[in-house]
T-cell receptor, first 118, second 113 residues
Framework: GAVVSQHPSWVICKSGTSVKIECRSL??????MFWYRQFPKQSLMLMAT?????????EQGVEKDKFLINHASLTLSTLTVTSAHPEDSSFYIC??????????????FGPGTRLTVL | QKEVEQNSGPLSVPEGAIASLNCTYS??????FFWYRQYSGKSPELIMS????GDKEDGRFTAQLNKASQYVSLLIRDSQPSDSATYLC?????????????FGKGTSLLVTP
């Protein structure tokens, strides 16, 4: 199957500190990974597209200097929340796409990282 | 932002019944459609993908797609209490240029014993 892992699964930090979240594809290579954020009782919202070997593409309204994304290899993307504040507290979920032929794609999600900023 | 609309529910069905979940989308050029199940506090789990008009069956699940009506649905037969979860409809945001997903807000399903 297509397995995506995330680390850590949860983190609590003080306001103003930075937090790094790792996303790994365990049994396949992922040239593209995605980072989503989910607030309580809300749906997933795409934050950015992480491309191996190039700069990430951020969605409108997402601060690229605050949410640093690095996709250094075909199996690892990292999201760093810099100078975190309580409003950044959320469930961060990464995903990777498995391409099946030229037309079909399926996206698999990591287990998520729950960030709480005090 | 293109919209994906779902009834938030909760949808309550008795055990053994058919649960019917519906979703509409606004971007007419969307090509790929997905249903995910999300348990509270967990990340989404892919249930079905559908790309062509018509029905697609996988076990107790059937996805239905009607591109002319911009409508996609999920039927769950013989519903079980373990099916109680939030079901998210998702559509490719930018067809043919990436695979990021635009999610609906989800429908909460409760299957009662």
């Amino acid at each position: 199957g297509a397995v995506v892992s995330q680390h850590p699964s949860w983190v609590i930090c003080k306001s103003g500190t930075s937090v790094k979240i790792e996303c790994r594809s365990l049994d396949f290579q992922a040239t593209t990974m995605f980072w989503y954020r989910q607030f309580p009782k809300q749906s997933l919202m795409l934050m950015a597209t992480s491309n191996e070997g190039s700069k990430a593409t951020y969605e409108q309204g997402v601060e690229k200097d605050k949410f640093l994304i690095n996709h250094a290899s075909l199996t690892l993307s990292t999201l760093t929340v810099t100078s975190a504040h309580p409003e950044d507290s959320s469930f961060y979920i990464c995903s990777a796409v498995v391409l099946r032929g030229s037309s079909y794609n399926e996206q698999f999600f990591g287990p998520g990282t729950r960030l709480t900023v005090l | 932002q293109k919209e994906v609309e779902q009834n938030s529910g909760p949808l309550s069905v008795p055990e053994g019944a058919i649960a019917s979940l519906n979703c509409t989308y606004s971007d007419r050029v969307s090509q790929s459609f997905f249903w995910y199940r999300q348990y509270s506090g967990k990340s989404p789990e892919l249930i079905m993908s559908i790309y062509s008009n018509g029905d697609k069956e996988d076990g107790r699940f059937t996805a239905q797609l009607n591109k002319a009506s911009q409508y996609v649905s999920l039927l769950i037969r013989d519903s079980q209490p373990s099916d109680s979860a939030t079901y998210l409809c998702a559509v490719n945001i930018r067809p043919n240029s990436g695979y990021a997903l635009n999610f609906g807000k989800g429908t909460s399903l409760l299957v009662t014993p």
